[in-house]
Each structure stands twice: as structure tokens, then as C-alpha cells.
């Protein structure tokens, strides 16, 4: 049986949908088990009146002169869900972000939201494999894997950054899932246990304290208990 699951970004004013942010990026990317087909959905949006601070516009630049002939949420949106369909849709830190973010849209415009049993995050999937990594960025995660960033060197796009992380969700379906956490947890436990200087042997140590020390402790005591 085929699996089809949609990777997808989204780029927005701000971070704030609850103060007005809105989505001006969309971009998904088709995977079937696991490959890409080729099929992809990519919007740019109206953000209708919503102005772009310099700071967000340095990190996708996408401006509001380039966004006033593109079609906004309204029309955009249905389109989305028709492209998602039923099947699976992923994004990185998409349960922080990015679905939350959609979904307010969605819902603002009377149209269903994408249900959590569809969502998937793919910086869970990358916590529950066998990485040693520090970071679970999109981008630290593409470099592990030797997945070139050029593309997005200059500026962050929604379909650049969604079929990036189709790449990398195709290397990360082929790594070992972690062991069980509670199963580290056990041996860890047991390590320390079985650690000589635990149980009853461990000695008991005194050391002798220096006159001066002992003095100027006991006139810090005297001065907190007075």
C-alpha cells in the first residue's frame, strides 16, 4: 500500500497570527513512500493591508509591493486542502508553528482545519532516531545528511524550504529509531547502582579545616543569626 504524505512551509509577516501576522508563502511538496514525485502547490499570498517588517522581509524577502497582485488566503486556501487531500501533511516544528498558524487561517475563513491526526512533525521523527546531534534544525539536520543549502542561502521560500525537508525526511526514514527512552533510562540507573563508590562500602571521608576558615565561617553565622 502506497503512502502519500505532503511536506510543506509556509513564510508569514510575523510570528503572531493571534495580533494579525499573516501567511504570504505557501509551498508543498508530494512524497509517495517516501520519494518525490515532482507534484508540488506553491502560492504566494495577499496578506491584504498586513505590512511586512524589514526584519521578516530580510529573512524570506518577500515584500508587500511584490505580494499586492497575488491572490489572498480566500482563494488560496481551498486550493491547499484540495492539494492535501486526506493524506498525511508534515512540517518542521510544524506543532509550534506552522500548523497552528494555518489552521487559525483556515478557521478565520469558515473552512475545515487540518486535523491532528493528520499532522506530523518531522523534528519529533528526528528526535526519535538514532542522531547525534545538538540540534534538530532543518538545517542542521540537511547538513548531517550532506544535503547542499544553496538554494536557500540568500532567503528562506516556502517551497525551497518544503522540498528541503522532503530530502531530509527521506534520509531520515532510513535510520534506526532510537531505543526506547525508558530503556536508557533502566541501564543508566543500573550503571550508576553497580558504580563502586555506591552502597555500603563507600568511605567515609573527613577533612580537617583550616583555623582561618572555620573563624570566618563562624563569624558569618554569628552575623546571619544575630
Known amino acids: 500500500m502506497t503512502e502519500r504524505i505532503i511536506c510543506f512551509d509556509i513564510e508569514t509577516t510575523g510570528f503572531d497570527y493571534l495580533r494579525g501576522d499573516r501567511c504570504i508563502d505557501i509551498g508543498a ?27 521578516t522581509y530580510m529573512v524570506h524577502k518577500i515584500s508587500n509591493a511584490f505580494l499586492e497582485d497575488k491572490p489572498t488566503m480566500a482563494v488560496v486556501a481551498p486550493k491547499f486542502l484540495e492539494f492535501i487531500g486526506n493524506d498525511k501533511i508534515m512540517a518542521h516544528n510544524g506543532l509550534d508553528f506552522d500548523f497552528p498558524f494555518i489552521n487559525y487561517e483556515l478557521k478565520n475563513l ?27 534544525s532543518l538545517d542542521a539536520l540537511a547538513k548531517f545528511f550532506g544535503i547542499s543549502l544553496a538554494e536557500r542561502a540568500d532567503a528562506h521560500g516556502a517551497l525551497i524550504d518544503a522540498e528541503l525537508l522532503a530530502r531530509v525526511y527521506h534520509e531520515l526514514i532510513k535510520v534506526d529509531v532510537a531505543p526506547d527512552i525508558q530503556d536508557i533510562i533502566a541501564k543508566q540507573h543500573a550503571a550508576f547502582l553497580s558504580h563502586p563508590k555506591i552502597g555500603a562500602n563507600f568511605p567515609h571521608r573527613t577533612y580537617t579545616v583550616a583555623q582561618n576558615e572555620q573563624a570566618a565561617h563562624d563569624e558569618f553565622m554569628k552575623k546571619i543569626t544575630a
Open 29 to 55: 511538496v508530494e512524497l509517495i513512500d517516501g520519494e518525490m514525485t515532482g507534484v508540488n502547490f506553491h502560492e504566494y499570498i495577499n496578506p491584504e493591508g498586513k505590512i511586512i517588517p524589514p526584519e
Open 110 to 136: 469558515g473552512l475545515p482545519e487540518i486535523p491532528l491526526s493528520q499532522q506530523m512533525d518531522s523534528i519529533v521523527i528526528a528526535r526519535t532516531r538514532a542522531l547525534n546531534l545538538k540540534s534538530f
